[in-house]
């Protein structure tokens, strides 16, 4: 079973080569997804990355999380489930900003 992991406080010229050279020395590595900033077309610092074994995701937290790494302090925990975001409406319906 495949798990998914948070990376975060990444330097934002981190590549996917950089951290599957990294996190694959914790265990089989199927997936990275390093995000990127639309604009500049930088890493925004964080990514996630999909572990082929939960012994290897498990291995890569305990190794990595805290450590330094390109000279930051890195984040890496179990991802959760993406929260659904409120709309940017500020509670109002689409169209329906009357004036009094």
């Known amino acids: 079973m495949s798990t998914k992991l948070y990376v975060g406080n990444l330097s934002f010229d981190v590549t996917e080569n950089d951290l599957r050279d990294l996190i694959g020395q914790h265990g089989p590595v199927n997936e990275i997804n390093v995000v990127m900033d639309k604009m500049t077309g930088r890493a925004r610092g964080f990514a996630f990355v999909t572990m082929n074994t939960e012994e290897g995701a498990k291995a ?39 004036r009094y």
């Open 60 to 98: 890569a937290i305990l190794g990595l999380n805290g450590k330094a790494w390109q000279g930051r302090a890195m984040t890496v925990n179990e991802a959760r489930p993406r929260e659904d975001r409120a709309s940017s409406s500020h509670g109002y319906a689409r169209g329906s900003h009357s």
